[in-house]
């Protein structure tokens, strides 16, 4: 950040001393801050741009980088040499890993396998695999050749999977013959063999033998054992030069009230905004090892991924994050040197709600940073890390989505941490808070929004003619400003929190609440292993609605209620406090493990569930429906 600062301040004849300078210049000025960024991050291009926006204040609709030529492997696989690039591991102890010359070669022969079957430009490739070496490579020869690429995580049902592959029309399709989660093997065949059939335009299904012990017997049409492609392909690779928002990826929204849109990002926008968010926000060096928690459909996988493009080792891990332990995860920080650790919100606070305490257990020397997102990261969890896991390192909140396929508040090196709040506005990032009226606020709950174009902006949704979807999502609530559907407060020194949700936002009494508030309150009770909080239509009015998963063998009793009730309504105010408070067996969540409380309100509300393959537990929707309390006074 700091010879970044140093940067800007040369070329431009400025002096801009502190974040907070930089920030404003970089919203000020965007062409010249994103000019800047591309240079300073050494962009590998065969054709440099002619202008850098034509128009900041176009929503939708700003061109980046007009005339520019790239290919966004060619980015990630500009290291080739024989530092480790990628190190896996699994819940098993299994293990692999790829210097950076052994990738590209992977990746060389995936391409040259994949340009046979007749791959190029426009074409999309897909994959239902999970976190392990090939996915990576899979993605890296399908974008070499202008191919776009989008994954499902191989835990999604096949009417979810093919909900989202249906609308790609996909040529290829990469999958894996099973999966480990929670001290299990899942096989997938047959589940493959469903989504190869309904897929019509598959020429080719590649599967690899994961776990390579499992023998399976394929009647699937047009299959192709993984090995044999590769070795079908040759070593030599060319980069397919391409415009800077040319389709890279295809992201999801969750679907769980009807089918996802999928979301088109481009290579350009996608790689800018990564390096800025890696190189600038996170710090990250070529000598970094950088671990994030996640599944492949989740679009912290294709963030890490982009760590490839700065030289680190990244650390992929396949399997539940808590087996056979809770502390499994925090071992491959000492074993490997890991330097930067990604996880959720949720993740730390069930390590706290364990009673782990890492200090005198591992070493975690090389730990500098604990990054989080997913869900706001509460107060009490702040404190928990620094008390139990290391002193000395950065915690850094950070708040995007899929939607962006980036962040819009995260953290910055030369920044203190405060205890509760994102550290930072992007770089680049002109977001604020607005009311209802569309006016900025400090210090208040308002609606987080972006007042300028960003190169990360979605390029398109597929199927979705004129762009009405996109405008509808995005812009119909604030006309030519970026309305990104969080609950957000800002205070004078830059510090944000995130409240949850806007479209789950509580508005009981015309009071707007966000939910995170009382998930806040809530995780303090130690007797709680999980909570949901929703808003219900009720007598012309909204009342709150808390849904409580105990622990094992703990009983929800009317005693525990009155003192929930309390320290909400001395914490918050007496409009926080619920009506109801009911005990659940589960708690409905999204694969990229978001809770869900937009589709339980709207079962409540007896409205239709259509996409219950998109949910992680999707058995736990039915309860809500038998709840007799839910529909009496």
């Given at each position: 950040m700091a010879k970044f600062l140093q940067r800007v301040n040369s070329k431009y004849n400025i002096d801009l001393k502190s974040y907070s300078d930089l920030h404003k210049w970089s919203i000020s000025n965007i062409p010249d801050f994103w000019n800047t960024l591309w240079d300073y991050t050494k962009i590998v291009h065969s054709s440099y741009p002619t202008t850098i926006v034509n128009d900041i204040n176009k929503?939708?609709?700003?061109?980046?980088?007009?005339?520019?030529?790239?290919?966004?492997?060619?980015?990630?696989?500009?290291?080739?040499?024989?530092?480790k690039a990628i190190i896996f591991r699994n819940e098993t102890s299994q293990k692999a890993e790829l210097t950076y010359n052994e990738l590209f070669l992977e990746v060389s022969k995936v391409a040259s396998a994949l340009k046979k079957s007749g791959v190029g430009p426009g074409d999309a490739i897909v994959g239902l695999l999970p976190n392990i070496p090939e996915s990576i490579v899979a993605m890296l020869a399908t974008a070499s050749l202008g191919a776009t690429w989008s994954c499902c995580s191989p835990d999604f049902g096949v009417k979810a999977v093919l909900d989202r592959f249906l609308q790609v029309k996909p040529k290829v399709i990469f999958a894996a013959n099973g999966y480990y989660y929670n001290g299990k093997l899942f096989k997938t065949i047959n589940k493959l063999q469903k989504i190869a059939q309904g897929l019509p335009s598959i020429i080719n299904t590649i599967i690899i033998d994961y776990p390579s012990s499992s023998i399976e017997k394929y009647r699937i049409q047009n299959k192709i054992n993984y090995k044999d492609y590769v070795d079908s392909g040759r070593t030599s690779l060319q980069f397919v030069q391409l415009p800077f928002d040319h389709p890279l990826y295809i992201m999801y929204s969750s679907g769980t009230t009807g089918i996802p849109k999928s979301i088109v990002h481009g290579?350009?926008?996608?790689?800018?905004?990564?390096?800025?968010?890696?190189?600038?926000?996170?710090?990250?060096?070529?000598?970094?090892?950088?671990?994030?928690?996640?599944?492949?459909?989740?679009?912290?996988?294709?963030?890490?991924?982009?760590?490839?493009?700065v030289g680190s080792t990244i650390v992929l891990y396949d399997g539940s994050p808590s087996y056979p332990s809770i502390d499994s995860l925090?071992?491959?920080?000492?074993?490997?040197?890991?330097?930067?650790?990604?996880?959720?919100?949720?993740?730390?606070?069930?390590?706290?709600k364990s009673g782990l305490s890492l200090k005198s257990k591992y070493d975690l020397s090389s730990l500098r940073s604990i990054l989080s997102t997913g869900s706001p990261l509460a107060d009490l969890n702040f404190d928990y890390v620094y008390s139990n896991i290391k002193t000395d390192l950065l915690l850094g909140s950070i708040s995007g989505g899929t939607d962006i396929i980036s962040c819009f508040a995260l953290s910055a090196?030369?920044?203190?941490?405060?205890?509760?709040?994102?550290?930072?506005?992007?770089?680049g990032m002109n977001i604020d808070s607005f009311d209802s009226n569309g006016k900025?606020?400090?210090?208040?709950?308002?609606?987080?929004?972006?007042?300028s174009a960003f190169p990360s902006m979605p390029l398109y949704f597929l199927n979705d003619k004129g762009g009405s979807k996109y405008r509808k999502t995005y812009f119909e609530?604030?006309?030519?400003?970026?309305?990104?559907?969080?609950?957000?407060?800002?205070?004078?020194?830059?510090?944000i929190r995130i409240h949850g949700r806007s479209d789950s936002t509580l508005n009981p009494g015309g009071v707007r609440i966000g939910t995170a508030e009382l998930y806040n309150i809530i995780d303090v009770f130690s007797d709680i292993e999980d909570s949901l909080v929703v808003g219900q239509n009720w007598k012309e009015d909204q009342r709150i609605i808390l849904f409580l998963k105990m622990k094992p063998q703990i009983i929800l009793t009317d005693d525990l209620i009155k003192k929930i009730k309390k320290l909400i309504k001395i914490e918050l105010s007496p409009k926080h406090v619920p009506k109801l408070v009911l005990s659940v067996p589960d708690i409905p969540y999204t694969m990229n493990g978001k809770k869900i409380e937009v589709a339980v309100k709207n079962i409540i509300e007896g409205k239709e569930i259509t996409n219950r393959d998109s949910m992680i537990n999707p058995e736990s929707i039915d309860f809500f429906l038998s709840l007799p309390e839910l529909f009496r006074d």
């Amino acid at each position: 950040m700091a010879k970044f600062l140093q940067r800007v301040n040369s070329k431009y004849n400025i002096d801009l001393k502190s974040y907070s300078d930089l920030h404003k210049w970089s919203i000020s000025n965007i062409p010249d801050f994103w000019n800047t960024l591309w240079d300073y991050t050494k962009i590998v291009h065969s054709s440099y741009p002619t202008t850098i926006v034509n128009d900041i204040n176009k929503m939708p609709g700003a061109k980046w980088f007009k005339d520019a030529k790239l290919n966004f492997s060619e980015n990630l696989l500009r290291y080739r040499d024989d530092k480790k690039a990628i190190i896996f591991r699994n819940e098993t102890s299994q293990k692999a890993e790829l210097t950076y010359n052994e990738l590209f070669l992977e990746v060389s022969k995936v391409a040259s396998a994949l340009k046979k079957s007749g791959v190029g430009p426009g074409d999309a490739i897909v994959g239902l695999l999970p976190n392990i070496p090939e996915s990576i490579v899979a993605m890296l020869a399908t974008a070499s050749l202008g191919a776009t690429w989008s994954c499902c995580s191989p835990d999604f049902g096949v009417k979810a999977v093919l909900d989202r592959f249906l609308q790609v029309k996909p040529k290829v399709i990469f999958a894996a013959n099973g999966y480990y989660y929670n001290g299990k093997l899942f096989k997938t065949i047959n589940k493959l063999q469903k989504i190869a059939q309904g897929l019509p335009s598959i020429i080719n299904t590649i599967i690899i033998d994961y776990p390579s012990s499992s023998i399976e017997k394929y009647r699937i049409q047009n299959k192709i054992n993984y090995k044999d492609y590769v070795d079908s392909g040759r070593t030599s690779l060319q980069f397919v030069q391409l415009p800077f928002d040319h389709p890279l990826y295809i992201m999801y929204s969750s679907g769980t009230t009807g089918i996802p849109k999928s979301i088109v990002h481009g290579a350009g926008g996608t790689l800018i905004q990564h390096l800025k968010e890696l190189i600038l926000h996170c710090d990250l060096k070529r000598k970094d090892t950088i671990f994030y928690f996640t599944t492949c459909g989740w679009m912290m996988w294709n963030w890490l991924i982009t760590s490839l493009s700065v030289g680190s080792t990244i650390v992929l891990y396949d399997g539940s994050p808590s087996y056979p332990s809770i502390d499994s995860l925090w071992k491959l920080v000492e074993e490997l040197g890991i330097t930067v650790f990604g996880t959720s919100a949720k993740f730390i606070d069930s390590c706290n709600k364990s009673g782990l305490s890492l200090k005198s257990k591992y070493d975690l020397s090389s730990l500098r940073s604990i990054l989080s997102t997913g869900s706001p990261l509460a107060d009490l969890n702040f404190d928990y890390v620094y008390s139990n896991i290391k002193t000395d390192l950065l915690l850094g909140s950070i708040s995007g989505g899929t939607d962006i396929i980036s962040c819009f508040a995260l953290s910055a090196p030369n920044l203190p941490v405060y205890r509760g709040e994102i550290q930072a506005k992007g770089l680049g990032m002109n977001i604020d808070s607005f009311d209802s009226n569309g006016k900025s606020i400090i210090d208040k709950k308002g609606e987080l929004v972006c007042k300028s174009a960003f190169p990360s902006m979605p390029l398109y949704f597929l199927n979705d003619k004129g762009g009405s979807k996109y405008r509808k999502t995005y812009f119909e609530k604030y006309p030519g400003v970026w309305h990104h559907g969080d609950f957000i407060s800002i205070n004078k020194r830059g510090g944000i929190r995130i409240h949850g949700r806007s479209d789950s936002t509580l508005n009981p009494g015309g009071v707007r609440i966000g939910t995170a508030e009382l998930y806040n309150i809530i995780d303090v009770f130690s007797d709680i292993e999980d909570s949901l909080v929703v808003g219900q239509n009720w007598k012309e009015d909204q009342r709150i609605i808390l849904f409580l998963k105990m622990k094992p063998q703990i009983i929800l009793t009317d005693d525990l209620i009155k003192k929930i009730k309390k320290l909400i309504k001395i914490e918050l105010s007496p409009k926080h406090v619920p009506k109801l408070v009911l005990s659940v067996p589960d708690i409905p969540y999204t694969m990229n493990g978001k809770k869900i409380e937009v589709a339980v309100k709207n079962i409540i509300e007896g409205k239709e569930i259509t996409n219950r393959d998109s949910m992680i537990n999707p058995e736990s929707i039915d309860f809500f429906l038998s709840l007799p309390e839910l529909f009496r006074d």
